[in-house]
């Protein structure tokens, strides 16, 4: 992507700045809040995903959870999620997690999250 196209999406204001690609290595998970949901981004396999920060199955914080590639398991009761497309891996969780398109984008993190600020 080059500087100009960065510049572009950044005045989109349905993206939201997340953190530094620098704070986000490999396996790991971040909080963001925005004004009406907690989001998570991490890493796998080098590619930034972002999704939801609440399991659908229960109240469990998923920055709690472990990523492993686009292998998402909860902390609670290791329902795996597919961060790629958030569909349901494997139980007991039922319903796939939301998930948002995220740009990484001269060193910055950013989540296209509509409605959020
Ligand atoms: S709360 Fe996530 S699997 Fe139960």
Redesign the pocket.
């Known amino acids: 992507m080059t500087h100009n196209e960065g510049s572009d999406f950044v005045s989109d204001k349905s993206y939201i700045y997340a953190c530094s690609s620098s704070e986000l290595e490999e396996g790991d998970l971040i909080e963001c809040e925005t004004n009406t949901k907690t989001i998570v981004v991490g890493r796998g396999e080098g590619t930034v995903y972002a999704f939801d920060g609440i ?6 914080e ?1 920055v709690d ?1 472990e990523l492993d590639g686009t292998c998402l398991t ?6 795996c999620f597919d961060v790629g497309d958030g569909s349901v891996l494997e ?3 039922e319903d796939p997690l939301q998930v948002y398109q995220t740009l990484e984008v001269d060193g910055s993190v950013w989540i296209n999250y509509e409605g959020g600020e």
């Open positions: 399991c659908t199955h229960e109240h469990s998923l959870g909860c902390p609670l009761h290791f329902a139980g007991p969780a």
